[in-house]
């Protein structure tokens, strides 16, 4: 019976302090070993009432332009602290007035709630995604509301006023590292010592807690060297993701930004990986990776350091866009820093592979031509 579990002989690390159970029981149904080591505190989204309010009284002192929505969670606490002070239908009405931004769905879902309809939002989810579509227009003279989403955006606030907008950030709640450091040393050795074969992670702050404590444990390029040859960094969603990027670390999450679906995502890839990864190409290619071996129809194919990066990046996320700037975080050390350095491997990528296999999405980035 173990056997015919997706998961089983798997170890698998969780991070997360919200939904833990969710998580843990969606992997050892399918047969994995968890281990659990949260990264934040168990109650991280601690909201400072008095400052809260302070900052909804200063967002009501004058009309609203513009509201940058971060979080779905960040905005429903907001409209809950709302209501219990009295101030919920003034802040609707100048919300409601504004041109109304939302990185996601779950801040669209808690906006929709309270009878507001956001103008716009990235099919990406990510918030350089929501700054990319203000940097062509003119902010002069606009008040823009930004809801914070656990970690300062102040070098987001900064970007903006620097377009010429008064900018009032809304902090509902702060992340906080996890009172016990004690798991979160015991994974970075797990990790480093490569005795995991994945680590799930839900949120950015998750991200950087671990590498804050790699780091202190004098571990983080072993951690880092870890997650790019043999530890699988499943993230929920390319917002978690893109925290890993700085470290040149390649991830997988899916295209729904769901719990259910970043365990199905494990349950396809980690197969997958100790067996040998097949995937299928457009013009019927098939293509098989085994550790560093490549091989495009059964013939080997040799790759230089950098086409081979990209490489990996884009099969770690088959068929969907990998952005250039993740790209840029793989090459590796020693490549020119610019997004040249990426075409030029993607050059060299599509001359091993044919030229149909990695497909340009325009202003997002690369991704993978599977069949279909």
């Known amino acids: 019976m173990t056997d015919s579990l997706p998961l089983a002989g798997f170890r698998i690390g969780v991070t997360a ?15 994995a070993t968890v281990e659990w080591a949260p990264a934040l505190s168990l109650d991280p989204n601690r909201v400072d009432d008095a400052a809260l309010r302070a900052a909804t009284e200063e967002v009501l002192a004058a009309p609203v332009d513009m509201i940058l929505a971060t979080t779905g969670i960040g905005m429903r606490t907001w409209f809950d602290a709302a209501e219990r002070w009295g101030l919920l239908p003034r802040l609707l009405r100048a919300l409601g007035s504004a041109e109304i931004l939302a990185r996601g769905p779950k801040s ?11 103008l716009w939002a990235p099919e990406s989810e990510c918030f350089e995604d929501v700054l990319e579509h203000l940097r062509g227009r003119s902010l002069a003279g606009l ?14 606030a900064h970007a903006l006023r620097r377009q010429g907008a008064e900018v009032t950030t809304v902090t509902v709640y702060r992340v906080v590292s996890a009172e016990d450091p ?5 994974l970075v050795d797990l990790v480093a010592d490569r005795s995991l074969d994945a680590v799930t992670f839900t949120s950015a702050p998750a991200v950087a807690a671990l590498m804050d404590a ?79 071996d490549v091989l495009l129809d059964g013939a080997e194919v040799r790759l230089s350091p950098a086409p081979a990066a990209v490489l990996q990046a884009l099969v770690a996320n088959p068929g969907n866009v990998v952005p250039r700037r993740a790209l840029l975080a793989m090459l590796p050390s020693g490549t020119a ?31 993978l031509a599977v069949a279909s």
């Not at 669209?108 to 956001?118: I, M, P, S």
């Not at 008040?143 to 987001?156: D, F, N, P, T």
Request: net charge positive; proline share 3%.
């Open 17 to 31: 302090a919200r939904k833990v159970d969710e998580q843990v029981t969606l992997l050892e149904r399918r047969g």
């Open 108 to 118: 669209v879902g808690a906006l929709r709630a309270r009878g507001l309809r956001e």
């Open 143 to 156: 008040r823009i509301v930004v809801q914070e989403h656990g970690q300062s955006l102040s070098m987001v």
């Open 182 to 186: 004690g798991p979160m040393f015991a």
């Open 214 to 292: 790699a780091g202190s444990t004098g571990r983080r390029d072993e951690l880092v060297s870890a997650f790019q040859a043999d530890v699988v960094a499943a993230c929920v969603g390319p917002v978690t993701a893109a925290a890993f990027e700085m470290w040149g670390v390649p991830t997988i999450f899916p295209e729904r930004s769901r719990l259910g679906a970043m365990v199905k995502q494990l349950e396809t890839e980690l197969p997958v990986r100790r067996s040998g990864l097949a995937i299928g190409l457009v013009g019927g290619h098939r293509l098989l990776l085994h550790g560093e």
């Open 337 to 367: 820093g610019s997004e040249h350095a990426v075409e030029m491997a993607v050059a060299r990528l599509r001359a091993a592979l044919g030229t149909r296999t990695v497909q340009t999405v325009v202003k997002r980035g690369y991704r």
